[in-house]
């Protein structure tokens, strides 16, 4: 039998069941009906059955396919006709599927609140066109102190204020002292070193500072770096620079405010705060890049200009999720972290 | 710094009430930590940056007040009466160690009447945290507070011929200080001497021996300038850190001394009496001229975005000190203020003036040129390698670079060097550079076990610390990861991981069996590109998770990064499919349990030839009734497929026939009918 008298003998049964089921008021007459079409010895299923063994072949798959599609159909025709002839449901035997049962939920992993928070810094700052550049955690004290313009007597160099590398073993001449590096700018003057200029740039990751823990203290902590080098950059372009990040990251309408500071490696230095939800929040440290600086890497200050700013990336991070102590952030406690999923 | 209210206004008059005048001050530099009433006066505490110290007494808060309110600054004429005796008749200073002290002025006061200060004085001292002691010790603490200069008072009588010698310490040289506590010293530090010992530790603290007592009469009044460094180093290593050192690690000002030594024999005499001698005993006479800066009027406007008045920028450098020597519409000379030693450049000028002006004079809304940024291959390559690992069931994990000795610090599966350290340890015990994640992880897995929580998996993605040699050392970022019990939960991560980064670059690696101490025998596998380690996976050897109190078997691995990142493909290409059918085989081998999957498959890919597009491993299991002991069955699925053609089932008959033959010879491997 070809495939198309096969089809065209299901569509008969089909448009047949569905006449005759209409019709049918009693549950009687449904359990009649379902012998006619579904009774195992000579129902109108079994017949088209037959006829499938006849169907060629290659046509076989699509065939059975079709088959089981309309034994399903006339399946659904009888339950909706017992339905309306309103007889009692069979009682069902056997295991019973209970659709209250919670979902097979995948067991997926959680990023980091501080990874997660990088990565929003990250998108950020480059739809503000700054470019993710890194630089090592091992420095030397050139890239640390004093290409930053951070002199020999300045008390940042204390070697009790940093994590200095103990010396090797004494086969190994010393190299000069190398440390883990106190702040994320050594990668400005990394990258001022190799990059040509104008350049636009961010660098975040680790740094360390001694600092008994507490829960706002962590001997390591992570810090986004922000510098912009070009012809002209102002202090207005600076704020107004901050302001974008901040009303991107907040949301809602942010001012900033600065406030004088103190920085080697910026003149002027100013301390950064948000008003935000009624309050001034403390953001960070900017400033415009010190003509030493630019000295120190062989760029022209009378040519040149630039900005910089560094915040710390734990606070806005606990400030997001709610974190109170920034200790629970590198405990690895699963119960802390699988609260971040997003 | 603790500003007393009802002190400042001898300096300055304000209008303002208190809340402004704290504002304007914590706007133009001077944080604002706290204002608390003692004895009924406001004392203000600010917070001052370490380049004003200027700031570290009244008269330089004063003046910032009278600069940003446009008040006059009234600064005390310290004047009095000398005696016709010369004070270097009966007093002589020698100056050794120039270094740490580059200046020595000593004045002295005849016929004191040591006592209680009057009580307005005293509770001005009170007020700001200082204990009053007598008339004379006060008064050199209160012109300190006034206007920054340390100074101290030497009952003349203890200085064994009236002849101070400023010289290095004798190391393990012994003095007692005022606070009765006996101090070790060294080469390094600088004390002010007689003939017989210390009788102070320059700059730091004055010595009990030769503190002004009741009985004193005669007073030596030093006025010094002691190097900042020399007095942090000495401060630092005695721990003995007093308002005097935190004033000479700022700088005070190097023409200061001479006012603030006759304010503080002015007040003496008012307090205590007494007669001053003439003159002073000075070991340079000198003035230090300030920094001659210039301004360009130009140079404002590109730095900070803003126009501010000429006439303006020039009036405020003026109130704070500056001496204008040239003037013209464009340019302005000056001579900045001793006080002011960070006013050397004209970008510190420029901040003067705009911190004077206020910051809200600078716009929020300048223009920001667009420019193109784009995300980082490394970038892309992390959002990958973090989707696989969460997909995974994998937390991630941070953890603090430095770990301490224990069963796990010698895992190094990296570098065979001894780690780094730092001189500080990070945290309590951890002082070691990390050569490897995975000690830290478990740690984290273990801090979990112990809340109970089991099976946990976790990744971290971070530097671990390589040393090479001399240089540098090798920073290298790592993919690591620990789970349960089955290395091949890790090795599936960073199978797809590598799949996805890599694409058919992964056609490259060379797959090793490896044997670390830290692995368990047997488990251990490492993939290699031109002979360079690109991943290891393996179980944790059974000892070290005994040691390290792990329960149950761990499986670790880790993935280098950098080198993932070198070979990236982050864009997919299009591979063009087949189209004729593909005929799947299912193979059921016997073999012995030494037979492993790697040397099967090459087998099976080798007979296969090039129509086996997949050799898939479905699993192991052992039947020992039917097949006896020391044998597993292997259960595989091979993808036969042409690009060329429809393949009859006696073609792929042939090749599996040849498949079962090969692994017949190579591994006697019985196929299961």
Known sequence: ?342 | MLVSWEWLSDYVKLDAPLEQVVDKWALSGLNHESTEWVEGVPVIDLEVTSNRADCLGHIGVAREASVLFSKPLTIPRPEFVEVSEEATSIVSVENQFEEACSRYTARVIRGVKVGPSPEWFAKRLRSIGVKPINNVVDVTNYVMMEIGQPLHAFDLSRVLGGKIVVRRAVDKETFVAIDHRTYALDSQMVVIADAKGPLALGGVMGGLESEVSESTVDLLIEAASFAPMSIRRAARKLKLHSPSSYRFERRIDPNGLDWASRRCCQLIQQLAGGVILEGVVDSKQEVVRGAVVSLRRARVHQVLGIEVPWAQSKRILEQLGCEVTAATDTELNLVAPTYRQDLTREADLIEEIVRVVGYDAIPEDAMVPMVSSARRPKDIMMGTLRAVACASGFDETLNPSLIGKGATDRISPWCAQDPLATSVPLLEGAAVLRRSLVPSLIAARLHNQSQSIRDVRLFETANVYLPQGEGLPKEQLNFGCIAESDPRIIRGVFEECLGRIWGSGVEAIEERVVEFDFMERGTGIAWYVDGVMLAWVGSLSKALAQSSKIEGAVAIGELDLDMLLSRAVLVPRLRVLSPYPAILRDLNFIVDEGVQWQGLRRTIEVAAGKLCKEVVFREIYRDTKKDGAGKKRILLTLTIQSDEETLRSEQADALVASVITACQGEHAAQLLS
């Open chain 1, 1 to 342: 039998m070809a495939l198309e008298s096969f089809y065209s003998a299901i569509d008969g049964m089909l448009a047949d069941a569905q006449a005759c089921l209409l019709g049918v008021d009693s549950p009687e007459g449904v359990e009649s009906m379902r012998i006619q079409f579904t009774g195992a010895k000579n129902g109108a299923l079994k017949t088209i059955q037959k006829l499938l063994g006849t169907v060629p072949a290659e046509d076989k798959p699509a065939a059975g396919k079709r088959f089981n599609e309309a034994r399903e159909a006339i399946e659904q025709l009888l339950l909706q006709a017992a339905d309306r002839a309103g007889g009692k449901p069979k009682a069902v035997t056997g295991p019973l599927v209970d659709p209250t049962l919670p979902g097979l939920r995948p067991r997926m992993g959680v990023l980091h609140p501080i990874t997660q928070t990088l990565e929003h810094l990250k998108e950020i700052m480059g739809r503000l066109g700054f470019n993710v550049t890194e630089g090592p955690e091992i420095e030397d004290e050139w890239h640390n102190f004093v290409a930053l313009n951070i002199p020999e007597d300045h008390p940042a160099r204390d070697p009790l204020d940093n994590f200095y590398l103990s010396a090797a073993k004494a086969t190994v001449p010393s190299t000069g002292a190398r440390l883990l590096r106190s702040q994320t700018s050594t990668v400005q003057i990394r990258v001022m070193e190799s990059t040509p200029l104008p350049l636009r740039i961010i660098s975040l990751g680790r740094v360390y500072r001694p600092d008994a823990p507490d829960a706002t203290h962590f001997p390591m902590f992570h810090q986004m770096e922000g510098l912009w080098v070009d012809k002209n950059v102002t202090m207005a372009q600076l704020k107004s620079v901050l302001r974008l990040f901040a009303t991107s990251y907040l949301g809602g309408d942010v001012n900033v405010r600065f406030r004088p500071s103190f920085f080697p490696f910026t003149e002027p230095s100013v301390e950064v705060d948000y008003w935000w939800n009624g309050q001034w929040i403390e953001f960070g440290g900017a400033g415009m890049v010190d003509p030493n600086v630019f000295r120190a890497v062989g760029i022209d200050p009378e040519e040149w200009s630039g900005f910089a700013f560094g915040l710390g990336v734990e606070r806005l991070c606990m400030r997001r999720f709610g974190i109170t102590d920034i200790r629970d952030l590198y405990r690895s406690d699963v119960r802390f972290l699988r609260q971040f999923a997003s």
